[in-house]
């Protein structure tokens, strides 16, 4: 799912205005110690797994539901990383937004990685010596999923 219908409906009030958004971010790390990564359909950059949360529902929850819509793993939340505030950032249809996130470093129950919907062009476990550029605050959460 791409856009919840939640935000769809305030983009029909708002337009392409700052929406302050919350968000969750894993770090899902697999018995090899590689990260899953995917590349965004929306902007071709290579990210960590990321979504927002549904009205009323938990950040863990919302975390092992987008993991699992995107990319066909089931995972766990199993150590929470940090909360943080996202750049703002602009998406190529003009949408401005910025996120309350609140990262976890997340373990795998189940699945192997694909790409499940499309929010993403490719899905992979990466070594971190062979990680690309991540956006700074991501890389700081894997960072900190390693300590």
């Given at each position: 799912?791409?856009?919840?219908?939640?935000?769809?409906?305030l983009r029909e009030k708002v337009g392409h205005d700052l929406l302050w958004l919350?968000?969750?971010?894993?770090?899902?790390?697999?018995?090899?110690?590689?990260?899953?990564?995917?590349?965004?359909?929306?902007t071709g950059s290579w990210s960590l797994i990321s979504g927002i949360l549904e009205p009323g529902e938990q950040p863990d929850e919302?975390?092992?539901?987008?993991v699992l819509?995107?990319?066909?793993?089931?995972?766990?939340?199993?150590?929470?990383?940090d909360a943080f505030t996202s750049p703002i950032?602009?998406?190529?249809?003009?949408?401005r937004?910025?996120?309350l996130t609140v990262a976890y470093r997340c373990d795998v129950v189940a699945g192997e990685p694909r790409v499940n919907d499309d929010e993403s062009l490719e899905v992979r476990f990466v070594p971190r010596q062979e990680m690309p550029k991540l956006r700074d605050d991501l890389q700081r959460v894997v960072d900190l999923a390693f300590l």
């Open positions: 799912m791409a856009t919840p219908d939640f935000i769809l409906a919350n968000g969750v971010v894993a770090v899902v790390v697999d018995d090899q110690g590689r990260v899953l990564l995917n590349k965004r359909a929306d919302a975390l092992e539901r987008e819509e995107e990319t066909g793993v089931t995972i766990r939340a199993s150590r929470l990383l950032i602009e998406y190529p249809n003009g949408d937004a910025q996120y």
